[in-house]
Structures are given as structure tokens and as C-alpha cells.
């Protein structure tokens, strides 16, 4: 995910790559979403289902479109689909909270977290100083 500032005649121009667009647009919802935390009465009913479940879906988009375009190994991909799974399952459990798999979703996600977390610790090399 780079965003590139480059010199063209001049002139200072921002180079956006999709995954970035979709970052900004995940950051621009999250901020909507602390918005409904401070004022919630100025929302619809039960918008904070919709509005806590959409940054946590794009952020997925973003990551999966984003190893899309970096083109990453196989076990590499393989992580990135499994964070993007997460993500998902905790968003369907922040849309659909009253559905009895609500639960189970969370749970799921949790593991995929925790299983992330391990893949990237045993696969980095062990530093001495």
C-alpha cells in the first residue's frame, strides 16, 4: 500500500493505488462510525450494525486487493485470505448481531486472528543481538 509523491515539472502530484483508495475510504467509514458513537440519535435505527460491519469489510477488500497488486508467494496469499476472512467474520457478526450465529462468527473470527498472529510469528527469523 504506498502512496507515491513524485515531482513532475514541478509540480508535486499523489499517486493513489487502489488499495490506498480503499484504506481512505475504510478510515473515512471508521470515522463515521465514531461519529455515531458521539451522536447517535442523529442516525437511523440500528445503523451501527451497517456502520460497524462496513470498515471492517472493506478493510479485507483492501488487504486481498492489495496482496492482489504487490503479487505476493503462495503462503503469503494464503495469510492474506485468512486475515481477510477475519475481518469478514467479524463484520457479519457486527451486521447481524441478533442472528444466532452472530456467536459463532465472532469466534471464528477470533481463531483466524489468533491463527495470523502465530503463522506471522513462526515465520519470521529469530534475531540475536
Known amino acids: 500500500m504506498s502512496i507515491r509523491f513524485a515531482r513532475d515539472r514541478g509540480s508535486l502530484s499523489l499517486s493513489l493505488s487502489l488499495p490506498v483508495i480503499l484504506c481512505v475510504v475504510t478510515l473515512v467509514s471508521v470515522g463515521v462510525l465514531l461519529v455515531w458513537d458521539l451522536v447517535p440519535g442523529i442516525f437511523p ?25 504487490r503479487r505476493p508467494s503462495r503462503s503469503e496469499l494464503i495469510k492474506a485470505i485468512l486475515l481477510a476472512c477475519a475481518f469478514l467474520f467479524w463484520a457479519a457478526n457486527q451486521f447481524w448481531p441478533g442472528l444466532r450465529q452472530a456467536t459463532l462468527f465472532n469466534d471464528i ?15 519470521r527469523p529469530v534475531s540475536v543481538p
Do not use: K, Q, S, T
Open 109 to 123: 473470527a477470533i481463531g483466524l486472528f489468533v491463527f495470523d498472529v502465530f503463522l506471522a510469528m513462526i515465520g
Open 45 to 69: 435505527a440500528r445503523a451501527h450494525d451497517f456502520l460497524a460491519a462496513f470498515p471492517l469489510a472493506m478493510i479485507a477488500c483492501a488487504c486481498l486487493v492489495y496482496e492482489a497488486v
